[in-house]
């Protein structure tokens, strides 16, 4: 069972900038799809990015384009997630989620991130 666990979550005030990190239990080259969730109170869940292991093609939501960045690095077991031009919508639970094929079988336990106004 592969564990993925977040970190760099944290209070920054709107326009500022965080670095998310998920950490894999196991080398991320066998988790295909890797990719960010979010989900904010009172809504979904909802997609936020996402890499493919197989040809590093990524994908992001219309609302982070332009100020989110994923990468993975597939020696460090890690995918990160910058986060440049924070605004207070963007406030929510962040989730590592992969898998080896294009489903996503596993999830992390979720990061903290609030933007202040």
């Known amino acids: 069972q592969v564990q993925l666990v977040e970190s760099g979550g944290g209070l920054v005030q709107a326009g500022g900038s965080l670095r998310l990190s998920c950490a894999a239990s196991e080398r991320t080259f066998s988790l295909n799809l890797m990719a960010w969730f979010r989900q904010a109170p009172g809504k979904e869940r909802e997609f936020v990015a996402r890499?493919?292991?197989?040809?590093?093609?990524?994908r992001y939501a219309d609302s982070v384009k332009g100020r989110f960045a994923i990468a993975r690095d597939n020696a460090k077991t890690t995918v990160s997630l910058q986060m440049n031009n924070l605004k207070p919508e963007d406030t929510a639970v962040y989730y590592c989620?992969?898998?080896?094929?294009?489903?996503?079988?596993?999830w992390g336990q979720g990061t903290q991130v609030t933007v202040s106004s």
């Open positions: 989620a992969g898998g080896p094929g294009f489903n996503y079988d596993y």
């Open positions: 890499i493919m292991g197989s040809n590093g093609i990524t």
